[in-house]
């Protein structure tokens, strides 16, 4: 994003991966520096998926609304396994278990869970920097639940808590034409841009 990308960058970016001998996967937003586009070419990266990137901001005179906690509620330090389990279910990503454990651990980030007769029907997370920007991730909704407005109710509860604590921007990532991003436009984010996702041959 701040200059041209040199074929050692690259190398650097690649040995990442390959040290924790996990796929290499490029998210690339349209504002990059064109040479990261010369060295995708000569490394034959292909393009696997697209990603929307959404904002919305957060104006000192909106009111913020938080939904029922018998909803949607923040989980507690002894849920990270069932926060974990929900996520894996709900986005179909199994062996990253490890990855939402150190996102649930986060010392900037609140996980969310959403509730059906008490017991967790999905999730989401906010990684917030107060007095200025935060980012909702991980949002699910276990199949059997889809379609009761549980992701409206947790987008909710994480704009409350941006809000209130002072950010003037919210942002999320969801793919093109799905509900996720059907359910973010009705809270007031707008695509800002559609960055292609790369992996390595």
Same mark, same amino acid.
């Given at each position: 994003?701040?200059? !041209? ?17 996990? !796929?290499?996967?490029?998210?690339? %937003?349209?504002?990059?520096? !064109? ?11 292909? /393009? +696997? ?13 909106? /009111? ?24 894996? &279910?709900?986005? $179909? ?11 649930? $651990? ?19 997370? /906010?990684?917030?920097? !107060? ?7 991980? $949002? @699910? ?20 808590? &941006?809000?209130?604590?002072? %950010? ?5 990532? @969801?793919?093109?034409? +799905? ?14 841009? +559609?960055?292609? /996702?790369? @992996?390595?041959?």
């Amino acid at each position: 994003m701040r200059g !041209p990308v040199s074929k050692e960058d690259f190398d650097r970016l690649e040995e990442f991966f390959v040290a924790r001998e996990v !796929p290499i996967g490029i998210s690339l %937003c349209p504002h990059a520096d !064109p040479s990261v586009l010369d060295r995708l070419a000569e490394r034959r990266y292909r /393009v +696997t998926q697209f990603e929307h990137t959404l904002s919305r901001a957060l104006m000192t005179d909106d /009111v913020p609304i938080a939904p029922p906690v018998d909803l949607v509620r923040s989980a507690k330090p002894g849920e990270k396994d069932s926060w974990v389990r929900t996520v894996i &279910a709900g986005s $179909d990503m199994e062996g990253y278990e490890e990855l939402f454990g150190v996102m649930f $651990d986060s010392v900037d980030a609140t996980a969310y869970l959403t509730l059906q007769d008490g017991q967790p029907a999905g999730s989401g997370a /906010v990684s917030i920097r !107060p007095g200025d920007f935060a980012v909702f991730y991980s $949002d @699910t909704t276990l199949p059997g639940f889809r379609g009761r407005g549980l992701q409206s109710a947790v987008i909710a509860a994480r704009l409350y808590q &941006a809000l209130t604590a002072g %950010c003037t921007l919210a942002i999320a990532n @969801t793919s093109p034409g +799905t509900v996720s991003q059907r359910n973010y436009e009705r809270a007031g984010f707008r695509v800002a841009y +559609t960055k292609a /996702v790369l @992996t390595s041959p």
